[in-house]
């Protein structure tokens, strides 16, 4: 068994962080002095943790407590290293970044940022340094939740901070607070380096940046999507959590609990079965809000497009050998005809409950939910992506626990 010695950990703005003995098992117990935090921000941090309970989110081990005129928070102690070591300083790392493994470290990350979003917790300060790699399982696990708020409607519990090396153009710019967009956005360029293994300049990060160090790696759609300039046809953590496990092959993929889930992906005519307390937002900097989703793990990915026979499309064609109009010349008219009304019908579904007109380019989202007993017992989300005038990304997720 590997022997642990106590002593400093890490230091920051706020305090130290030590390894030392905690209830019979080993804790990194940070020490805050009185001073430097007050009890509102502690007593936020505090719910941050018990609300964030994942295998890919740092726990909480007990209550805070006062002691000597410092405020000591035991925490989770990971038996590993951060992210910063295994990409950057590979002689120190102990950690083979194998393919599997680093599909792993990638998948879990994600994990724990879907999870966070999906309690309306916006991280604020991403980076290789706050995310640990245990050793051994390479489990990667988020932590510093100090800077955390909660952000729903809009709204904020603490003041934006965080490190520019890893923050979006529109924090950067001024033009934005941080949001879950932003978190993304941090997540994406820290995917990036670690598959690139190379420190990004942060002003030249983009898509086509993206692309241009990350090549052919499988990961490489879903981070050029979650590093859009713009925010607001930026991914979510839900919209590409679905490409990360497909490319890690599985690895890492937290089983979901045996509740209902319904993804349903361009099929026109099924509406959700139940009427919600009705929430929408069209995605611009001047109208943000958090997510209402307080679900730990996403559905699965949706279907694309382009997998589906527009020859037989499904709400169509009630036979499946059978042509919707008499082939004439080759058929050719018959194909063209049965795309035109499939594009006819995403169009009515996309359209369908939404409280505006699909703008020509942009993203409108609606979110619906019922909440009982203080819980989420249901929730739908449709979003829709124009860009000049063309649908190029539908999704229309229910979730049911009952």
């Not at 409108?364 to 019922?370: A, G, I, L, N, W």
């Amino acid at each position: 068994m590997m022997a642990y010695s106590t002593g400093t950990l890490a230091e920051g703005c706020f305090g130290k962080v030590y390894r030392e003995k905690y209830n019979d098992t080993w804790a990194a117990v940070k020490k805050v002095p009185q001073q430097l935090i007050n009890r509102k921000d502690l007593e936020r941090e505090c719910e941050v943790y018990k609300k964030a309970k994942h295998p890919n989110i740092v726990k909480l081990l007990g209550n805070i407590n006062l002691k000597d005129g410092k405020w000591i928070i035991p925490m989770e102690f990971i038996f590993g290293e951060d992210l910063e070591t295994a990409i950057f300083k590979s002689v120190k790392s102990k950690i083979q970044m194998t393919p599997t493994n680093r599909g792993k470290i990638i998948v879990g990350m994600c994990e724990g940022l879907l999870h966070l979003h999906s309690r309306d917790i916006v991280h604020q300060d991403l980076k290789p340094d706050n995310i640990m790699v245990e050793h051994n399982t390479n489990r990667a696990v988020i932590i510093d939740l100090g800077l955390a708020k909660f952000f729903r409607r809009g709204l904020n519990s603490a003041a934006d901070m965080g490190n520019e090396a890893y923050s979006a153009p529109e924090v950067l710019q001024r033009l934005s607070q941080r949001d879950q967009r932003s978190d993304v956005w941090a997540m994406g360029k820290i995917i990036a380096e670690l598959c690139a293994r190379i420190r990004l300049h942060t002003p030249s990060v983009c898509p086509a940046k993206i692309r241009e160090v990350m090549r052919d790696q499988p990961y490489c759609q879903a981070v050029c999507r979650m590093v859009e300039s713009n925010p607001t046809l930026r991914a979510s953590i839900v919209g590409v959590i679905g490409d990360m496990r497909r490319a890690a092959g599985g690895v890492g993929h937290l089983t979901p609990p045996p509740t209902q889930i319904r993804n349903r992906s361009a099929s026109p005519g099924r509406r959700g079965a139940s009427p919600f307390n009705k929430e929408w937002r069209a995605d611009s900097p001047m109208n943000k809000q958090g997510s209402p989703l307080r679900r730990e793990h996403t559905p699965r990915p949706d279907t694309k497009l382009v997998h589906r026979n527009p020859r037989q499309p499904r709400s169509l064609s009630p036979q499946r050998n059978q042509p919707l109009v008499p082939a004439a010349g080759g058929g050719g008219g018959a194909l063209n005809l049965s795309k035109d009304m499939m594009k006819m019908s995403l169009y009515q579904e996309a359209a369908r409950d939404l409280p505006c007109q699909l703008p020509a380019t942009g993203r409108v989202m609606v979110r619906r939910f019922e909440e009982k007993n203080g819980e989420v017992e249901m929730w739908a989300q449709k979003e829709v992506v124009m860009r000049d005038g063309k649908i190029i990304k539908y999704n229309d997720v229910t979730f049911n626990s009952s």
